[in-house]
């Protein structure tokens, strides 16, 4: 039996001989899934900040943001915006360094995020940023859209898209094209395969990226990339990611009215490379 059996047993509901199938194994991912199907875990992802920041502090991650931050200042340098409209910011690890690397500062940032406490901790980066005046807005991006009108020069978001279903996020980016000058999203290139070819793939993704983790790894595992993993596979479990190919991201995105769409590699990160979609809104 392979940690491959044991995610296909996922794929059946078969959580106990999921369990049972991954106990037996001796990589990394076998003992972390193994342990997380023991557990009493709902398959909540953000209920556990400390695991979460862990994540996203260590690992692969140091390297990418310091990418996505590279590229979304040249962004602000060649588009100049006035108002900018950061979609699902977190706690602005992307938004912050992104300014600071960038030499055209946008008069006006407004936040939609969420979670108040991720919000919470990008007003506060923010308070370094000369000269930028903010608006937060503790709300999902589908209710902003709904309340305000507002247009905006750019609107960007970064790794947040993918947590929308498919069908939510067309809504979200159709709302968004006609309020936006120029569009920035940062998310990554999953590839489109098989169900067979996807167990595969996710066995070996998630086992590299367990590998980029030293003495927090079981907290990162069983309070974050577990979560994300079942909720993929298991039927009934909270999911909390729907990604896609980056052709079927700039696809989407032309559908929902943006034009001039444009797709940069950013990053070779351990599940998926990274990249940066560009597009021109009907407000252009």
Same mark, same amino acid.
């Given at each position: ?5 044991? =995610? ?5 509901? $078969? *959580? /106990? !001989? #999921?369990?049972?199938?991954? @106990?037996?194994?001796?990589?990394? &991912? ?108 503790? =709300? ?5 859209? $709904? *309340? /305000? !009108? #507002?247009?905006?020069?750019? @609107?960007?978001?970064?790794?947040? &898209? ?119 809104? #009907?407000?252009?």
């Amino acid at each position: 039996m392979t940690i491959i059996d044991a =995610l296909r047993a996922l794929t059946r509901g $078969e *959580r /106990e !001989r #999921a369990r049972e199938v991954a @106990a037996g194994g001796q990589g990394e &991912l076998d003992r972390a899934l193994a342990a997380y199907l023991a557990s009493d875990a709902d398959g909540t992802v953000y209920d556990q900040p400390a695991a979460f920041k862990a994540f996203i502090d260590g690992g692969g991650n140091v390297g990418l943001y310091k990418a996505v931050g590279r590229a979304l200042g040249r962004v602000y340098d060649e588009e100049r915006p006035v108002r900018l409209l950061d979609v699902g910011c977190g706690d602005g690890r992307a938004l912050v360094p992104s300014l600071h690397a960038a030499r055209e500062l946008p008069r006006q940032v407004t936040l939609v995020e969420p979670s108040e406490a991720l919000l919470s901790g990008a007003v506060r980066g923010l308070q370094g940023v000369k000269n930028v005046s903010v608006e937060a807005r503790n =709300l999902g991006v589908q209710e902003f859209l $709904e *309340r /305000e !009108r #507002a247009e905006f020069d750019l @609107a960007q978001s970064t790794f947040a &898209l993918h947590a929308l279903p498919h069908e939510e996020r067309d809504g979200v980016l159709k709302g968004l094209a006609p309020r936006v000058k120029a569009l920035a999203v940062v998310e990554f290139d999953v590839p489109d395969l098989d169900d067979e070819e996807r167990l595969a793939f996710l066995a070996e993704t998630y086992e590299r990226g367990l590998a980029e983790y030293g003495d927090d790894r079981e907290l990162v595992a069983q309070g974050f990339l577990m979560p994300v993993l079942t909720g993929q596979l298991l039927p009934g479990a909270k999911r909390s990611t729907w990604e896609q190919p980056a052709t079927s991201w700039a696809a989407q995105v032309g559908r929902a009215g943006f034009t001039d769409v444009r797709l940069t590699p950013l990053f070779d990160y351990w599940s998926s490379p990274a990249f940066l979609l560009t597009a021109s809104g #009907a407000a252009a």
